[in-house]
Nanobody, 116 residues
Framework: QVQLVESGGGLVQPGGSLRLSCAASGSTFSSYAMRWYRQAPGKEREFVAR????????AYADSVKGRFTISRDNAKSTVYLQMNSLKFEDTAVYYC?????????WGQGTQVTVSS
């Protein structure tokens, strides 16, 4: 069992930055691939970024490539999402997930609002 708690969301102006954190507890964090997703009002949840457990290989949605960076600190059981050059369309609830071939866990989400 893994518990995930996101934090770091808030209100930011276009062009600004935020860093989201997702703290994990309850199991071996380093054995899970970690992902960030987001869900805007009236839209389906969409993939944002992924970092695998070994080697730290990353992948991004085209909409955030070059602006967002995912990283993980296995010693702190935490995954981060650094978001730069934020746009209005980045407004959403951001969720982290932890998965292995057998199971996926989700956090409760953190709201990011980009507004002037």
């Amino acid at each position: 069992q893994v518990q995930l708690v996101e934090s770091g969301g808030g209100l930011v102006q276009p062009g600004g930055s935020l860093r989201l954190s997702c703290a994990a507890s309850g199991s071996t964090f380093s054995s899970y691939a970690m992902r960030w997703y987001r869900q805007a009002p009236g839209k389906e949840r969409e993939f944002v970024a992924r970092i695998i457990n070994a080697g730290g290989s990353t992948a991004y949605a085209d909409s955030v490539k070059g602006r967002f960076t995912i990283s993980r600190d296995n010693a702190k059981s935490t995954v981060y999402l650094q978001m730069n050059s934020l746009k209005f369309e980045d407004t959403a609830v951001y969720y982290c997930s932890a998965n292995n071939p057998l199971v996926t866990y989700w956090g409760q989400g953190t709201q990011v609002t980009v507004s002037s």
